[in-house]
T-cell receptor, first 109, second 111 residues
Framework: GQNIDQPTEMTATEGAIVQINCTYQTSGFNGLFWYQQHAGEAPTFLSYNVLDGLEEKGRFSSFLSRSKGYSYLLLKELQMKDSASYLCAVRDSNYQLIWGAGTKLIIKP | DAGITQSPRHKVTETGTPVTLRCHQTENHRYMYWYRQDPGHGLRLIHY???????DKGEVSDGYSVSRSKTEDFLLTLESATSSQTSVYFC??????????FGPGTRLLVL
């Protein structure tokens, strides 16, 4: 079967750095996506990785290791508005997205 | 903003009644998707469309049907709603960079 694993919940402090991990087992791999979802809202696109390595976009970075079936999302200089759920999704061999259940990130002052 | 709207945004209905949710897009995207989102689960694909009158089933299609008679509209119908279909429903499109963008969602409560 296909499986995406991410921690259910994480807590971090405003101004700090947090790393959210995602491991996957899918039938084929055609890219990995990270989305942010605030409570009661739709997911919004954050990043896309298809090759191994780090992609940096402002305070957010995403890393991929295809050989390990592993990715992480790194959030720096945390702000209260970063409190949200972060969803990991892998595009499989059928070009469908397989979604993790999401990691709820709680930011404390 | 990918120009996606969903209607209604909230709906309360009773078990056994038919319900239709509408997704409308303004940017002529070919692919459109319907997902449901429930606590403890990732987004789960119900149906998707790859063109007018071209649709296919997703992971959780039982109890749902779809129609796409125009490029801009993708309808999701629950023929006879059940309490297990209480959920948040998201429509999505894929842009030219093959990234999915979501509509605002519809909260459906089946009593």
């Amino acid at each position: 079967g296909q499986n995406i694993d991410q921690p259910t919940e994480m807590t971090a402090t405003e101004g700090a750095i947090v790393q959210i991990n995602c491991t996957y087992q899918t039938s084929g791999f055609n890219g990995l996506f990270w989305y942010q979802q605030h409570a009661g809202e739709a997911p919004t696109f954050l990043s896309y990785n298809v090759l191994d390595g780090l992609e940096e976009k402002g305070r957010f970075s995403s890393f991929l290791s295809r050989s390990k079936g592993y990715s992480y999302l790194l959030l720096k200089e945390l702000q209260m508005k970063d409190s949200a759920s972060y969803l990991c999704a892998v595009r499989d061999s059928n070009y469908q997205l397989i979604w993790g259940a999401g990691t709820k990130l709680i930011i404390k002052p | 903003d990918a120009g996606i709207t969903q209607s209604p945004r909230h709906k309360v209905t009773e078990t056994g009644t038919p319900v239709t949710l509408r997704c409308h897009q303004t940017e002529n995207h070919r692919y459109m998707y319907w997902y449901r989102q429930d606590p403890g689960h990732g987004l789960r694909l119900i149906h998707y469309s790859y063109g007018v009158k071209d649709t296919d089933k997703g992971e959780v299609s039982d109890g749902y049907s779809v129609s796409r008679s125009k490029t801009e509209d993708f309808l999701l119908t629950l023929e006879s709603a059940t309490s297990s279909q209480t959920s948040v429903y998201f429509c999505a499109i894929i842009d030219l960079k093959e990234t999915q963008y979501f509509g605002p969602g519809t909260r459906l409560l089946v009593l």
